[in-house]
């Protein structure tokens, strides 16, 4: 199981305590989400839908490259790897 460091978005840190960054571990981006639900409940459910897919909204990132271009959920990880959660922000011109 690999310990990685996890960047948590301002919208997020009420539900960690405030850290925008902690430590998590898992063998995949999955494991990883779901041992921080026990840390911290109610984070998987700002990530993923009724359905349990993971919101459109919501991009990952492990070591700057998207999940959406790796194995999705299903991206290895090994230790000290970097994952960044980031909510798309929407907006137009001012």
């Known amino acids: ?4 460091k996890i960047r948590i978005p301002t919208p997020l840190q009420k539900i960690t305590g405030g ?3 902690i430590e998590g571990e898992g063998n ?3 494991d990883v989400i779901d041992n921080l639900e026990s840390k911290y409940s109610g984070f ?3 990530l993923y839908d009724e359905e349990g897919k993971l919101r459109r909204f919501i991009n990952i990132y492990v070591n700057e490259e ?3 271009f790796l194995d999705g959920e299903n991206t290895r ?3 000290g ?3 960044s959660v980031i909510p798309a922000i929407a907006g137009g011109a001012c």
Do not use: C, P, S
């Open 1 to 4: 199981m690999a310990t990685v």
């Open 19 to 21: 850290a925008g960054e």
């Open 28 to 30: 995949d981006i999955k």
């Open 44 to 46: 998987k459910e700002r």
């Open 66 to 68: 998207d999940i959406r």
């Open 77 to 79: 990880l090994n230790d």
């Open 81 to 83: 790897d970097d994952i």
